[in-house]
């Protein structure tokens, strides 16, 4: 199994989630831990499997520096359009994560890998070039597609089988991760380098929603309830991604 990067089919996938309440949802908690986690005052940073440059380009429009780079030429492209129709500058890099420690010689004050790791044939080997990425003192910025929710997500649907065969992969053309992260192994693989400080889910309860349901729901609605509800104990770990803010030991 190698890394899996976003065609044009899967951009025009994540278009579409991006046009609707789950892409809403999902900014508007990402966008609501960083406001409180960050300082004001402008940060360098970095964008690591940018894909289509939505959270680049809010983080630019909140006066940040930023590097967006992605593997994809698709998704690269639809992150410079946004700019540009934005008035936006960044620096963009059309590199796998592999690449750059290479191509980049600084470190950043924020570090941004959102969505990434599910995607990758060994998630786990990313992590000491995010810790060399981060400079000391910032803030790297976590989320990741949680197999915990895949897995409530299957027993509510009953699909049993699946769950004994442990077969709980997207297929190849599927949006479900290759790889979905259990976060207590990923805990286990940030302890003694990372601390982290604030943890979120993301979409805690929308996805578990009857479709009539989500229908009827106000779009207003469903963000106030996904933000006051994303760090309660009792449904911050149903979230479909984890969000987790992390500063190095």
């Not at 989630?17 to 360098?44: F, M, N, S, W």
């Not at 979905?180 to 604030?198: M, Y």
Request: neutral net charge; glycine residues 8%.
């Amino acid at each position: 199994m190698s890394d899996r990067h976003f065609d044009e089919l899967a951009t025009r996938f994540a278009e579409k989630i991006y046009g609707g309440a789950k892409g809403a949802i999902r900014l508007a908690v990402l966008q609501a831990d960083l406001t409180e986690a960050l300082p004001q005052r402008p940060l360098r940073v970095l964008d690591i499997g940018a894909g289509l440059g939505h959270m680049s380009l809010w983080l630019a429009q909140q006066g940040h520096q930023v590097t967006v780079t992605e593997p994809a030429a698709p998704m690269l492209e639809g992150a410079r359009q946004r700019f540009a129709e934005a008035g936006l500058d960044a620096t963009f890099i059309q590199a796998p994560w592999q690449d750059l420690p290479g191509l980049l010689t600084a470190t950043y004050d924020l570090v941004v890998c959102h969505a990434v790791l599910e995607w990758l044939a060994e998630p786990f080997t990313i992590l000491p070039i995010l810790q060399r990425l981060v400079a000391p003192g910032g803030w790297l910025s976590l989320a990741f597609y949680n197999r915990d929710a895949l897995v409530y997500r299957n027993l509510l649907k009953g699909h049993f089988r699946k769950l004994r065969s442990n077969e709980l992969a997207g297929e190849k053309q599927s949006l479900t991760p290759q790889k979905p992260l259990d976060p207590r192994e990923l805990q286990a693989q940030l302890d003694g380098h990372w601390q982290v400080e604030s943890r979120s889910g993301v979409r805690v309860f929308h996805d578990y929603m009857p479709v009539d349901f989500q229908k009827k729901a106000a779009l207003e609605d469903l963000l106030e309830m996904e933000l006051a509800h994303r760090r309660h104990p009792a449904y911050a770990g149903l979230g479909r991604y984890l969000h987790w803010i992390c500063r190095p030991l």
